[in-house]
């Protein structure tokens, strides 16, 4: 008896469920044109962020090829200060711009780069735009 419970358990439990196989259905026989849409948008993001963040003395860039996230190295500016205000890490960088240009951004140390800060483009591209430029007006005052 143990062993047929073993095995419907086992069965209801290990294997996806329908809510997901459905949804995997809809995604390779449903229209692409909304999924292509936004995929333009994404690229256009990037290359907006991308730009702006060339523009940033002292932050090194890469280009994303994949997901909506950006991981500049921004070590150039470890060391620096605002005042008694000292960039020590990704950490101290991290809470600089969160308290002086209102912009979130994620350590880099979580994903395995402690020179480099992890920045999402999957908001408006008006709101890049504007916490872009709070990057660049914050990081003037390190010094």
């Given at each position: ?34 999924t292509k849409k ?89 709101d890049l735009v ?14």
């Open positions: 008896m143990a062993d047929g419970c073993n095995k419907v358990q086992g069965q209801l439990t290990s294997a996806n469920c329908s809510i997901s196989q459905r949804g995997a259905l809809a995604a390779i026989t449903g229209d692409l044109v909304p936004m995929v333009d948008q994404y690229h256009k993001r990037r290359d907006i962020v991308y730009n702006l963040l060339k523009d940033m003395p002292g932050v090194k860039a890469n280009y994303p090829q994949g997901a909506f996230y950006f991981f500049p190295d921004v070590s150039s500016y470890y060391g620096k200060k605002d005042g008694d205000k000292v960039i020590k890490n990704g950490d101290d960088f991290c809470y600089y711009m969160l308290e002086k240009g209102h912009v979130s951004l994620v350590p880099g140390g979580a994903f395995g780069d402690e020179a480099c800060v992890r920045l999402s483009y999957a908001a408006s591209e008006k504007e916490a872009m430029k709070r990057m660049k007006e914050a990081l003037v005052n390190l010094k």
